[in-house]
């Protein structure tokens, strides 16, 4: 649930048998201005509805009022159909069928407008949309007709969620997003036991991915991005395949794999291009909240602490959504994000946009430097990351089969 999947039209263009080169490596065009009324600084082409609605419903989980004007870009961005686009530059033009509205954006536009209230004629003609985009098997692809994957199906579980739909009772052929979450968890035996894969591969095989796992344990519970930690704190989940296969234990099984992956150094690794043993922050906060869901905070603590040292570099250069995420992330766990690792992510992901109408609570620690431990290392990785430019932004998706 970061910046990095908003691009993923273009793994789903490939999947459609488009023309994904040309897409991949565009030719030089200006970039688009950026409106007054989005957050971020950079190009929102492949993340503009991404990561407004993140900021959105980050700044609602704190008690924050976004400005009104932050909040019709939102709607403004969504077409007739009631689907939405990554990002329409001229949103007063009709869609057409060279708009390429998606699952993910339409999706996470209904969790952060249901939240706020006061939109349920763009949340229903939204979720009556993403039905009619929902495959035989019962899940979600990141585009229309492409085949469902962990992510999607987890996206658009929390948002019906959020549009108080009851996701078991959204079925096509007689299944359920649960039912295609199920045929996406690995077994307890082998490789990535207990984890979600993104999709299988071309012979039907399921590889894990700690992506695609974070997010399908959040969804297995029916929760979207600001999911709450487990009401009841259990021990830590151990993967097991007796008994019934059950969307709760699916999340179970998730969680054990999640952590056993942060176990060692409290983080998630990246698998972009040259990037060995890098951490990946994005996926680490998911994981957080992923664990906490699952549960509850006691679970998250190790990857919590990490990212409480080490996310301040990340979040400057990755921007609004990375903010959203850590707050997402606070919010699963009970901790203060005004405070989080000496620094107010609310102050930090107000000032990426528009002024909010109040600012909510105010913590007297905010802001507060923190020892964060990242290093000349981290550094150098923020510029092998910047140098990958457009593949950067692919990773979510492009790395749907690996751990």
């Given amino acids: 649930m970061n910046v990095r999947r908003t691009a993923a039209a273009l793994a789903a263009i490939a999947v459609l048998g488009t023309a994904a080169p040309a897409v991949a490596a565009p030719s030089p065009s200006p970039e688009p201005a950026i409106p007054s009324g989005l957050y971020g600084s950079t190009d929102p082409t492949y993340d503009g509805v991404w990561r407004q609605s993140l900021a959105?419903?980050?700044?609602?989980?704190v008690g924050v009022r976004p400005a009104a004007k932050a909040v019709d870009w939102l709607t403004g961005q969504q077409c007739a159909n009631g689907a939405f686009a990554a990002f329409r530059a001229t949103p007063g033009k009709a869609c057409d069928a060279k708009?390429?509205?998606?699952?993910n954006s339409t999706a996470a536009a209904v969790?952060?407008?249901?939240?706020?209230?006061?939109?349920?004629?763009?949340?229903?003609?939204?979720?009556a949309w993403l039905k009619s985009a929902q495959n035989k098997d019962g899940g979600w692809g990141y585009a229309p007709g492409g085949p469902s994957d962990t992510n999607s199906t987890s996206v658009v579980v929390g948002a019906l969620a959020a549009a108080g739909q009851k996701p078991t009772a959204v079925e096509k052929g007689g299944r359920s997003a649960y039912d295609a979450l199920l045929k996406l968890a690995l077994p307890?035996?082998?490789?990535?036991?207990?984890a979600f894969a993104y999709q299988p591969d071309k012979k039907g095989k399921l590889a894990a991915n700690a992506d695609a796992t974070a997010a399908g344990v959040v969804g297995a519970l029916g929760q979207g991005f600001a999911a709450k930690a487990a009401a009841t704190a259990g021990t830590a989940a151990h993967c097991t395949g007796s008994g019934k296969a059950t969307p709760e234990r699916a999340a179970a099984n998730g969680a054990s794999?999640?952590?056993g992956a942060v176990a060692k150094d409290g983080y998630l690794t990246s698998v972009l291009p040259g990037s060995t043993d890098q951490p990946d922050y994005g996926n680490t906060a998911d994981a957080v909240v992923a664990l906490a869901a699952q549960g509850g905070a006691g679970q998250a603590q190790k990857p919590l602490r990490w990212l409480e040292g080490h996310f301040e570099a990340w979040a400057k250069q990755s921007g609004p959504a990375a903010y959203a995420q850590l707050i997402f992330a606070a919010n699963a766990t009970g901790t203060d994000p005004r405070a989080f690792g000496g620094v107010n992510l609310v102050d930090r992901l107000n000032a990426a946009g528009p002024a909010p109408q109040s600012a909510g609570h105010k913590s007297p620690h905010a802001d507060r430097k923190s020892d964060s431990g990242y290093g000349v290392w981290w550094l150098v990785g923020v510029c092998l990351v910047a140098g990958i430019g457009v593949g950067f932004l692919l990773s979510g998706r492009r790395k749907k089969q690996q751990p």
């Fill in 56 to 61: 959105l419903l980050a700044q609602h989980t």
């Fill in 99 to 103: 708009v390429m509205v998606d699952t």
């Fill in 111 to 127: 969790q952060a407008l249901a939240a706020l209230g006061g939109h349920d004629d763009v949340t229903g003609k939204a979720v």
């Fill in 188 to 194: 307890c035996d082998g490789d990535g036991a207990g």
């Fill in 257 to 259: 794999y999640l952590a």
